[in-house]
């Protein structure tokens, strides 16, 4: 049986070619070790059920660009699946441009807890910038808007409807912030998570012009940097970029851009794409 798995630092999807789904955290090597990659998998009781059944594993995860790192995910999931015969592992930016792609040469970009983009022409996956992370880049990501939010609430600056949410529904403090921020891992999941207050302010006027900042911000960067970039479809993939397609489509409108796919769980568009392979050969 085939498994297909699409992670970024905040979730992972797995779904079988049964179109069953499974969701564990995120495996992001940069921050887990095989060894921990392995003991959170063997924790999931629908996994486990499925464990000596899957023969092919394809998984997609955030900053699996390099061997070293690929290796990381590669020793957790031959530990698990004991019964492959077939293990792959690949960047979820490559995951992105074979979701959404709709037949033409398109920029495929992710806004999730973080961002990144690249141009498929169809065969190949061309990144013209790298990603930043959480501290140096990720524009118009969670993480991002998560980090502004904070900062913000700190200085003063948000509305005070928005603040209220902030400080009585999750007790910020300066110290605790500076605790999950500085001294705790996953600090890129854990700013992430404030991302949430955008949809749940009533101050929706600033937060849609925050959230248009921030898109700006990500098409300057990571739109703009291809040549000719408004003659090709611009897909998104991401819970970021589902939540705010209104605005994202203003963005690109305002950029001369056609907005194409987006899709805020892309393991199905993955699955179907994998199965098309297959039929073709």
């Known amino acids: ?9 905040t979730k992972t999807n797995w779904l079988t070619v049964t179109n069953e789904l499974h969701e564990t955290i995120g495996f992001n090597p940069l921050f887990f070790s095989s060894e921990n990659i392995y003991d959170e998998l063997i924790k999931h009781k629908g996994l486990l059920k499925l464990k000596d059944e899957v023969t092919e594993v394809f998984f997609y995860g955030a900053s699996c660009s ?13 530990n698990y699946f004991t019964k492959v015969s077939t293990i792959k592992v690949d960047h979820d930016l490559n995951a992105a441009a ?19 983009s690249c141009l498929f022409d169809g065969t190949k996956i061309h990144e013209e910038v790298p990603a930043l992370g959480y501290i140096l880049g990720d524009e118009g990501s969670g993480a991002y808007f998560g980090k502004k939010l904070i900062a913000k609430y700190l200085y003063h600056e948000l509305p005070k409807a928005t603040s209220k949410i902030l400080k009585e529904e ?19 999941v854990y700013l992430a998570s404030f991302a949430k207050v955008m ?11 925050f959230a248009e900042e921030g898109f700006a911000d990500f ?7 291809y040549k000719n970039y408004q003659q090709y479809p611009v897909h998104f993939v991401g819970s970021i970029a589902y ?3 209104h605005i994202l489509k203003k963005v690109a409108e305002g950029y001369g851009c056609e907005l194409g796919v987006v899709d805020k ?16 050969l």
């Open 1 to 9: 049986m085939i498994i297909i798995a699409e992670s970024g630092s």
């Open 66 to 78: 390099s061997d070293d790192r690929k290796q990381i995910v590669f020793d957790a999931l031959k």
């Open 98 to 116: 074979f979701a959404t792609y709709d037949g033409r040469p398109g920029i495929a970009c992710i806004l999730g807890t973080g961002s990144n």
């Open 170 to 188: 999750y007790g910020l403090e300066k110290e605790k912030i500076f605790d999950a921020v500085y001294k705790k891992p996953l600090a890129n």
């Open 199 to 209: 949809t749940d302010s009533p101050d929706k006027e600033f937060m849609e012009k």
């Open 219 to 225: 098409f300057s960067h990571h739109v703009c940097c």
């Open 243 to 245: 939540h705010f397609k």
């Open 265 to 280: 769980n892309p393991v199905y568009r993955l699955l179907d794409y994998h199965l098309s392979l297959a039929k073709s």
